[in-house]
């Protein structure tokens, strides 16, 4: 069992920075892939960026590629989603979630561990 919950999520202008956080306890933090998922109210979640056990492996949906960076620190147990240039389309609930597979995967329901999820609004 692995337990996840964010931080860092807040209210902030277009084009304005947050750094999400995703703590966690449990079974060995680094045995996992790491992604983070987003849901805006009426949409399905879509994946935003994951990363491998090691930090050497990241992906990241097009949408956000170039002002999102996902990082690892897996001697705190932790993953960050450090987002920049945020617009009124990042506007979401994040979430993160933990995945045993051999590979870093875009799809939700290859998750093993979901955290709660943390809110993101960005106003213009």
């Known amino acids: 069992q692995v337990q996840l919950v964010e931080s860092g999520g807040g209210l902030v202008q277009v084009g304005g920075s947050l750094r999400l956080s995703c703590a966690a306890s449990g079974r060995t933090f680094s045995n996992y892939r790491i992604g983070w998922f987003r849901q805006a109210p009426g949409k399905e979640r879509e994946f935003v960026a994951a990363?491998?056990?090691?930090?050497?492996?990241?992906k990241y949906a097009d949408a956000v590629k170039g002002r999102f960076t996902i990082s690892r620190d897996n001697a705190e147990n932790k993953v960050y989603l450090q987002m920049n240039g945020l617009k009124p389309e990042d506007t979401a609930v994040y979430s993160c979630?933990?995945?045993?597979?051999?590979?870093?995967?875009?799809?939700?329901?290859?998750?093993?561990?979901w955290g709660q999820g943390t809110q993101v609004t960005v106003s213009s």
């Open positions: 979630a933990a995945s045993s597979l051999l590979s870093v995967t875009t799809t939700p329901r290859l998750y093993d561990y």
């Open positions: 990363i491998s056990r090691s930090g050497g492996v990241t």
